[in-house]
Nanobody, 115 residues
Framework: QVQLVESGGGLVQPGGSLRLSCAVS????????MDWYRQAPGKQRESVARIWSGGRTNYADSVKGRFTISKDNVKNTVYLQMNGLKPEDTAVYYCRSWGPSGDYWGQGTQVTVSS
C-alpha cells in the first residue's frame, strides 16, 4: 500500500514563497506520474502540476513561471516550489501518485496567501 504525506504548507504574504513536499512510502520509480492538485473553498479540485516518470513536467496556466515541480527518486519525495504566491493560490494542496499499482492521494496541506 502506497501512502503519501504532504508537508510545507502555511501562511505566507503575497509575493512570498513556499516549498511543499510529498513523501511517498513506496517507490515512486514505477509510477506513471506524480501530481500536485489544489482545492480552494467552494471550488473544485484542480490540477496544478505533473511530473512524469521520465521527468517531463506539465503546469496549469495559472502557475506557469511561478511554480516548479521536481522529484527525488532516491528519497521517494516530490516537491512543489511555489514562488510569487498570490491570494488566489490559497487552497489545500494535495499530492497524487498514479500508475499500474493504483491511484493514491495524500491528506493535503493548507496554503494561505494573505497579508
Amino acid at each position: 500500500q502506497v501512502q503519501l504525506v504532504e508537508s510545507g504548507g502555511g501562511l505566507v504574504q503575497p509575493g512570498g514563497s513556499l516549498r511543499l513536499s510529498c513523501a511517498v512510502s513506496g517507490s515512486i520509480f514505477s509510477m506513471n506520474a506524480m501530481d500536485w492538485y489544489r482545492q480552494a473553498p467552494g471550488k473544485q479540485r484542480e490540477s496544478v502540476a505533473r511530473i512524469w516518470s521520465g521527468g517531463r513536467t506539465n503546469y496549469a496556466d495559472s502557475v506557469k513561471g511561478r511554480f516548479t515541480i521536481s522529484k527525488d527518486n532516491v528519497k521517494n519525495t516530490v516537491y512543489l516550489q511555489m514562488n510569487g504566491l498570490k491570494p488566489e493560490d490559497t487552497a489545500v494542496y494535495y499530492c497524487r501518485s498514479w500508475g499500474p499499482s493504483g491511484d493514491y492521494w495524500g491528506q493535503g496541506t493548507q496554503v494561505t496567501v494573505s497579508s
